[in-house]
């Protein structure tokens, strides 16, 4: 779906509606969550399914496996905390929604395995600000899709999930009539605050009148906030990136501290737009004119590839996001990117997706075509970093992006009138 306030639309009023209407013309796993303020991070949202064919059988889909950091306070209050302070500390963990807390609140996620039944688990990072790696015990990932993209099955016993990022697996269950192993989700130490290192744990058990905690040990890992290998994750359907492109943008991110709170700056800007006036009403007006802070990236090319580099000297890894495209991940690594290397750009059949891991103090290299009209937002997917201003947006083809000016104006007239009522202020980014 895409849409974002202040950029797609308003946000949606309490006691108002909005349909989201689009063509699925991708496949597979995805998710939908709310990009008012840090809501999301307070439980909006969900998963969704697009049926298709896979790149391997399975017999049995899961569905989508969850996973999630957990906090004792609200996601506002943690804002807040974010900005002033630094990252709050995760006190616990869930998997689909569940864990236990001090051994005695709480229950894990459980799900039961047939001997010899393929089973298909669609994994989604929801995480505000934890990296996790997933495995179960004793069981090996058959890796079939990263986000909306099939790819070449590889097997593995462990994945590394980013923020916003999704997996599909295939797990053949081992011959057996009974046994219980541990699934788990493991934030990754080097770019994750957790209380609840060892202990987000769910259950995968042979026997469904089994009660017992299983007594299998985790594999060994290398504690990392990398993407998986490039090598790994290659697309299904082979398209390759052009070594030509009709425009460049270098994207420098970094962090300044205003008024005693931190704020995310790309190429020294902080990213503000206004809720009651999105970019969309905005081209609907006519009104071309930008402001600095809206961080607009024009591109009037038809079907044209554009290149994105997206660096930073600060020491933290980012998973970013760019809506309304799949992009072509090109290239990343530590320390500066030399652009007069372009041959040092992986163009035949690079990963493709939707969030890539930008390395700490590193840089992110990404295409995509001009195919798809539209104000696309592109963010880091950690919540304290989007809402203090880490994004851009992506003007794409304006004079052909197409809308419904009386749903735009009826959803920002119900917005406005809300605020007006409740005294509403925005403190954040508006995305």
């Known amino acids: 779906m895409d849409g974002v306030p202040s950029i797609t639309q308003c946000p949606i009023a309490p006691g108002d509606s909005y349909t989201y209407q689009w063509r699925a013309v991708e496949y597979g796993t995805g998710w939908y969550h709310s990009h008012f303020y840090v809501q999301a991070w307070d439980g909006v949202f969900g998963g969704i399914v697009i049926n298709g064919p896979a790149s391997a059988n399975y017999d049995v889909d899961l569905g989508h496996v969850f996973l999630n950091d957990w906090y004792h306070q609200t996601a506002d209050e943690l804002v807040s905390q974010a900005a002033t302070g630094g990252p709050p500390t995760a006190v616990n963990g869930l998997i689909n929604g569940t864990n236990t807390y001090n051994d005695t609140l709480g229950s894990r996620f459980e799900t039961v395995f047939e001997a010899g039944t ?7 990072n929801a995480a505000a600000d934890n990296h996790f790696r997933f495995m179960i015990d004793n069981h ?10 099939p790819i070449v099955p590889y097997n593995t016993t462990q994945l ?4 916003g990022q999704r997996y599909d697996v295939i797990v053949t269950a081992k011959d057996l009539s009974s046994g219980d192993f541990w699934m788990r989700a493991i ?4 770019c994750s605050e957790s209380d609840a290192t060892d202990d987000i744990k769910g259950i995968v058990r042979y026997d469904n009148s089994s009660t017992a905690d299983p007594a299998t040990s985790a594999y060994d890992y290398t ?3 990398a993407d998986e290998s490039a090598s790994n994750l290659v697309p299904y359907l082979a398209i390759n990136a052009s070594d030509s492109f009709a425009a460049t943008s270098n994207q420098e991110v970094a962090v300044q501290v205003t008024d005693n709170a931190l704020l995310w700056t790309t190429n020294k800007t902080t990213f503000r737009t206004v809720w009651e006036y999105p970019t969309l009403m905005q081209v609907a007006d006519g009104n071309d004119t930008w402001v600095g802070r809206q961080q607009v990236i024009k591109l009037d090319q038809v079907d044209e590839w554009v290149y994105m580099l997206v660096h930073s000297p600060f020491a933290q890894d980012h998973p970013m996001h760019l809506h309304g495209h799949d992009f072509w991940v090109l290239g990343s690594g530590y320390g500066n990117f030399d652009a007069t290397q372009t041959n040092a750009l992986q163009l035949v059949n690079a990963p493709r997706r939707d969030v890539a891991m930008m390395p700490a103090s590193g840089y992110l290299v990404i295409a995509f ?4 009209p539209g104000a696309w937002l592109m963010h880091c997917h950690i919540a304290w970093h989007t809402s203090e201003g880490f994004a851009v947006q992506i003007l794409e083809r304006e004079s052909e992006i197409s809308y419904d000016l009386d749903v735009l104006n009826s959803t920002c007239a119900n917005w406005k009138s809300y605020v007006a009522a409740q005294n509403i202020t925005q403190y954040d980014s508006g995305v």
């Open 118 to 124: 393929r089973y298909r688990m669609r994994l989604v």
């Open 140 to 149: 090996t990932l058959e890796v079939i899709a990263n986000d909306f993209v």
């Open 160 to 163: 590394s999930i980013g923020m």
């Open 187 to 190: 934030p990754q130490e080097s």
């Open 223 to 225: 504690d990392s906030c």
């Open 369 to 372: 075509k001009t195919n798809n």
